[in-house]
């Protein structure tokens, strides 16, 4: 994980919300600075959504940043310019996504392979993308101005649905891609090859591709192994295989993994990242390999990627907890 440095400011213009946010620039230089623009998105639902966009307004004004964010969270966050996306996200230095995983997964999409970091602050559930709970916020801002955070570079996994007679829809994923039997009580049935080598048929509830993010999601409750983020791998993991020899499959994320619906009854679902996705019919063709793009997570210095697992996770064994007590 590489050092951060200061993070540079981008022009702003436009139209209507820009409007402010070009003044909260303007005021920021007449006080002899730069001003930032940080892009906020949140789960505007969640019961402590808007006490901590509160809170996160008043620590940014002060660390010199301008405030921006989509309608529903500019609607609880004081002093913050309302911008439509893609424009919100063109605009910012950096983002700021409060919620849980599917806040992190929703920015992800939208800032759809533009290099601004991300920090995700958990005000949700478990939270694994998630880099810092609210009651760090307030000391991340503060290194965030001051060019301290460290990034971690994430991969992402296009998905490409090939049907007879249409065009191909492409879709991106940071944690997974996944085909379910959808609505149907029956098994589907899916053919698997790797780079052009088939691997076997299977009968089954679905079929997960997962990244190193995404390890700890679906395919984890499936029973799939958790890829360290650095590992340059997709796992492949079965829902509910009608077979007792099923195991997850890791292969390297330069392979080309080919997904075949070759079942003859109930309707099948794709679903990328649990955000978008689409029915599919039986002789689809769904084909996951690595993006080029990727995405960069921000965190506060001494992050443990192990460290969220034992905390997440509840792990607790004997030898962790007497090195810690000792620590």
Same mark, same amino acid.
């Given at each position: 994980m590489a050092r951060g440095v200061r993070i540079a400011p981008q022009r702003a213009g436009g139209q209507c919300g820009v409007s402010r946010l070009l003044a909260l620039e303007r005021r920021g230089k007449r006080r002899g600075g730069t001003m930032k623009t940080l892009a906020v998105i949140a789960n505007c639902g969640k019961p402590r959504a808007a006490q901590v966009l509160q809170r996160l307004a008043a620590r940014a004004r002060a660390a010199g940043w301008a405030l921006a964010a989509d309608a529903p969270t500019a609607a609880l966050l004081p002093d913050? *310019?309302? %911008?439509?996306?893609?424009?919100?996200?063109?605009?910012?230095?950096? /983002? %700021?996504? %409060?919620?849980?995983?599917?806040? =992190?997964l929703r920015a992800v999409r939208e800032l759809d392979g533009r290099d601004k970091p991300v920090l995700g602050v958990n005000i949700g559930g478990l939270g694994f993308l998630t880099s810092?709970?609210?009651?760090? $916020?307030?000391?991340?801002?503060?290194? =965030?101005?001051?060019?301290?955070?460290?990034?971690?570079?994430?991969?992402?996994?296009?998905?490409?649905?090939?049907?007879?007679?249409?065009?191909?829809?492409?879709?991106? *994923? %940071?944690?997974?891609? /996944?085909?379910?039997?959808?609505?149907?009580?029956?098994?589907?049935? $899916?053919e698997l090859a790797v780079n052009g080598d088939a691997v076997t048929s299977y009968a089954c509830d679905g079929l997960i591709v997962a990244t190193p993010a995404g390890s700890?999601?679906?395919? $984890?409750?499936?029973?799939g192994p958790i890829l360290a983020p650095e590992t340059d791998a997709f796992v492949i993991t079965l829902i509910c295989p009608h077979t007792l020899s099923s195991r997850p499959l890791i292969v390297p994320d330069r392979s080309e993994i080919a997904v075949t619906v070759a079942s003859l009854g109930g309707p099948q679902t794709l679903s990328v990242d649990g955000q978008v996705g689409q029915a599919l019919r039986d002789g689809d063709r769904v084909l996951v390999r690595r993006s080029d793009r990727s995405v960069r997570f921000m965190h506060l210095p001494g992050h443990s990627y192990f460290a969220v697992l034992r905390r997440k996770l509840h792990w607790s064994g004997s030898n962790v907890q007497a090195r810690q007590s000792r620590s």
């Open positions: 913050a *310019a309302a %911008l439509p996306t893609p424009e919100l996200f063109e605009r910012a230095d950096a /983002v %700021l996504a %409060l919620g849980g995983d599917g806040t =992190m810092i709970g609210e009651e760090e $916020l307030d000391g991340a801002i503060e290194a =965030m101005s001051r060019g301290r955070m460290a990034f971690r570079t994430h991969a992402i996994a296009e998905c490409r649905v090939e049907r007879a007679g249409a065009e191909p829809a492409v879709y991106r *994923a %940071l944690n997974d891609v /996944v085909i379910t039997r959808g609505a149907s009580p029956r098994m589907i049935t $899916l700890t999601g679906h395919s $984890l409750s499936a029973g």
